[in-house]
């Protein structure tokens, strides 16, 4: 899969879209089974037009998923809803229809608000889909897809992160639509109640809709939620406060010139999938849903919650005045002490939580700059519009900073990979077309979410994960429910051989991984050994992967069932290959 394509649509944008209008509305039939959005002006915005850095970084709005009552939180219950409306991306770019959570139509917001949870305090939300009869965006009824056949756009919620029950975890197939008219085969509930037993940290909530996820996310579907515990966090002394504590969501689109999302509605191999592609990658960086925003920052402490919230793009992240990231989190833990980084390679999904010292700064103005290829690895380098992220205008005056980076953040439990019961493999398999060489779809082991569960593990253990990705792309797996961590990446020697016998026999014990994965080991970067959702899975390569199906904050078992049904799952969360079916189910069993 090679970024090539957005580029050179870039470069040759006027002929590319001249070709589009026409091709557009003959796939839409078939593909989406309803016209593009736009019929008059289809000018793809080449985002070059827009002046980057005019717009201020937005601050979402909070809801509170708790109350205070004498002094402590008590529980509440929220209403979430799902909206279609306008949302402006940029000052001189036309409002852009999107779909938005919010408590109401007016205050939703692209990316939506931000749910304050307290540690230990429960949360019930009920998510309402107030979404209209059709999608703005294109899909692909070829891929395993939710359909509703009484219209409306189907739509879930997982809170990406969260420790809860099954049935409150966003099933792909527990989808619904407006106003509940129409429901998928494992919907149970219209509220989930999440328990929030974990560790204070960052998590973030968006559509995980069968087939739908990669439409509904780049249509506006996420949002993040923070988990507080001040008795736990306040002594570490990191920055706080609305001003000084910051949610940046990155987001990558594309845009027409009337300012709609920009989705093709062509596909790689339209013969096979008429709309689905390999990968979306967006020509405009939008944080907290504005295009190249600007922050004025004082002479101190911040901490920053980065949340890759792309379909498909990885982020390497530095600032231009060669200021480092203090990484004190990753994916809703915190490491056991701070980790201080000059670049972070942020995989979608993944979630980084950093401290930047602007007290340092020698300059008045640093970059928020992004240096990895498209797709992830080999694709092609960062061009000098998706390569910049944001910028931060550094006020000359000192200000008085009571916050630090503690030498120790908190502990969890060990790796202990010894105490493993069960060792799995898991194989990335990435199927081309044989004329077209071009992919037509991705699974795990060979199989699709339809597929029997083969992954099954007791709560309360431990287990090895062998991760082979015999793709030519990086995936950052993602496990529901369960905290993994990487302990050891190996190259694979004579892959041709081992990529051969696999694809013949599916079974990595008689194709004789062992003497496969024994190259050149991988160091994993030290500000990834902790207690992760997300890795970043090598082509090529082995990653040994320990996954805990426990409280990773106690060692503990789940303080509920997690054997209920429908299940978890487990998938890559590239979004255009989630969908195309890189997605298994994780069923856990008494
Ligand atoms: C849309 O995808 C088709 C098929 O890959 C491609 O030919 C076309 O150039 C793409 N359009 C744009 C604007 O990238
Ligand atoms: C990130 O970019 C820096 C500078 O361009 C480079 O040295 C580093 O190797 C990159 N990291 C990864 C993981 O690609
Ligand atoms: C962030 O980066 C990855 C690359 O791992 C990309 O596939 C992913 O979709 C991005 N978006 C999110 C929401 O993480
Ligand atoms: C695995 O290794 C054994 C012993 O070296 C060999 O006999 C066998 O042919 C190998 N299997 C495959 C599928 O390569
Ligand atoms: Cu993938």
């Given amino acids: 899969m090679r970024g090539g394509e957005v580029e ?44 980057m850095y005019v717009d201020e ?25 799902m909206y279609q409306k306008k949302w402006k991306f940029h000052r001189d770019l036309p409002a852009t229809t999107v779909f938005a959570f919010g408590t109401s139509a007016g205050s939703a917001t692209f ?78 509930t219209p ?60 987001a990558d689109r594309s845009f027409y010139a009337d300012g709609s999302i920009y989705m093709n509605y062509t596909g790689d191999n339209p013969n096979i999938h008429p709309q689905w592609q390999p990968e979306y990658f967006g020509e405009a960086i939008t944080v ?41 989190g990753s994916d809703t833990n915190y490491l056991s002490k701070p980790v201080t980084a000059t670049h972070l390679l942020v995989s979608v999904a993944e979630t980084f939580d950093v401290v930047v010292d602007f007290s340092e700064s020698t300059t008045t103005e640093a970059e928020l700059v992004n240096t990895a290829p498209y797709p992830y690895p080999d694709g092609d380098a960062p061009n000098n519009l998706n390569g910049k992220v944001m910028k931060f205008v550094v006020q000359p005056a000192k200000v008085r900073d009571d916050s630090m980076v503690p030498t120790k953040l908190l502990d969890y439990v060990n790796v202990a990979e010894e105490d493993a019961v069960q060792k799995r493999y898991i194989v990335m398999y990435e199927y081309d077309d044989a004329v077209s060489n071009l992919p037509t779809h991705l699974y795990i082991n060979g199989k699709r979410l339809e597929d ?98 426990l409280m990773v904050e106690t060692g503990k078992p789940y303080p509920f069932d997690a054997a209920g049904e429908p299940g978890y799952v487990y998938h890559c969360h590239i979004l255009d290959h989630e969908d195309n079916a890189m997605i298994r189910p994780l069923k856990l069993i008494k």
């Fill in 452 to 549: 029997p569960a083969t992954e099954t593990p007791r709560p309360g253990t431990t287990e090895v994960w062998e991760v082979i990705n015999l793709t030519p792309d990086n995936h950052p797996l993602h496990l529901h429910l369960a905290s993994f961590q990487a302990v050891r990446i190996r190259r694979l020697v004579d892959q041709d051989a081992f990529q051969t016998c696999m694809t013949k026999l599916n079974d990595a014990v008689r194709c004789n991984v062992s003497a496969h994965a024994v190259g050149s080991p991988v160091a994993v970067p030290e500000h990834e050994r902790s207690w992760k959702n997300v890795v970043k899975i090598s082509p090529g390569h082995m990653t040994t992967i320990v996954v805990k199906f």
């Fill in 57 to 81: 970084l937005p601050r979402m709005a909070k809801v509170y998923g708790f109350s205070m009552r004498h002094g402590h939180p008590t529980p509440v219950r929220l209403t979430v809803g």
């Fill in 191 to 250: 509220t989930y109640t999440y328990p929030n037993l974990q560790s204070p940290g960052v998590l973030w909530y968006h559509d995980h809709t069968l087939g739908l996820t990669r439409a509904n996310l780049l249509a506006g579907l996420l949002g993040a939620y923070v988990i507080r515990n001040p008795a736990v966090e306040k002594p570490l002394g990191l920055p706080c406060g609305d001003e000084f504590d910051r949610v940046l969501m990155l």
């Fill in 111 to 188: 990316p939506g608000p931000t749910i304050e949870a307290a540690q230990w305090v429960p949360l019930s939300v009920t998510w309402q889909n107030h979404l209209p009869a059709r999608h703005i965006l294109p899909w692909d009824p070829t891929v395993p897809t939710a359909v509703a056949r009484r219209g409306g756009v189907p739509t879930v919620v997982h809170l990406h992160g969260g420790v809860h029950p099954s049935q409150f975890d966003g099933h792909a197939n527990a989808w619904f639509t407006a106003g509940f008219r129409e429901t998928g085969p494992t919907w149970t």
């Fill in 8 to 51: 050179r649509a870039v470069a040759v944008a006027v002929v590319v879209l001249v070709l589009m209008v026409g091709a557009g509305v003959a796939a839409a039939t078939t593909s989406s089974r309803q016209p593009p959005p736009v019929t008059g002006d289809v000018l793809l915005k080449v985002a070059g037009s827009l002046e």
């Fill in 288 to 328: 907290n849903g504005k295009a190249w925003p600007f922050l004025a920052v004082v002479r101190r402490r911040y901490r920053f919650r980065i949340i890759n919230t792309s379909n498909a793009r990885y982020f390497n992240l530095s600032l231009t005045n060669g200021l480092p990231f203090h990484v004190v």
